[in-house]
């Protein structure tokens, strides 16, 4: 086998051993309708009505039942959250720490300041943190995409 005919080859398995590794759920992503995380979170009615494809660092999965996952945004200290019904997709917790591009529907959910107390509380206690709801103030919105692909990578 000549060098050339070598290296297509090391090349070739390189792309399969890479396609091999990338986890596919549902349908195929659409990367023409990628956004940055940052971007959306910045102005999310815009993202509403459209598909949209999010791309970021896998830092948490759903333990119990994997029909969530949490990416970290191209932000710095911010997060997304896709999430779908139990048993649609399953997201394995091994996911995490891995890279994940998810394409789906953007869902914005406006709570009041009641809801916005509980909802933090409970996201510290999960977190093990330290929390004052009389520290908030005002009512958070929360934004999930409900995805119909998501590939995930090393």
Known sequence: MNNVMKS???LASLGFSAAVLAQNFGGKVDLTALAPISSIVAAPDKYLQKPVTVEGKIV????????????VSDASEQ??????????????VSAKGKKAIATGQLVKTELDLE??????????????????????TQPIVLLQLVPTAVEISD
């Open 8 to 10: 297509v080859f090391i």
């Open 60 to 71: 948490s999965v759903c333990a119990k039942q994997g029909c969530w996952m949490q990416l």
């Open 79 to 92: 997060q997304f959250k896709i999430k779908v019904r139990d048993g649609e997709m399953v997201f394995p």
């Open 115 to 136: 809801s916005s107390r509980e909802h933090l509380a409970e996201l510290a206690e999960q977190n093990h943190t330290a929390f004052d709801a009389n520290l908030v």
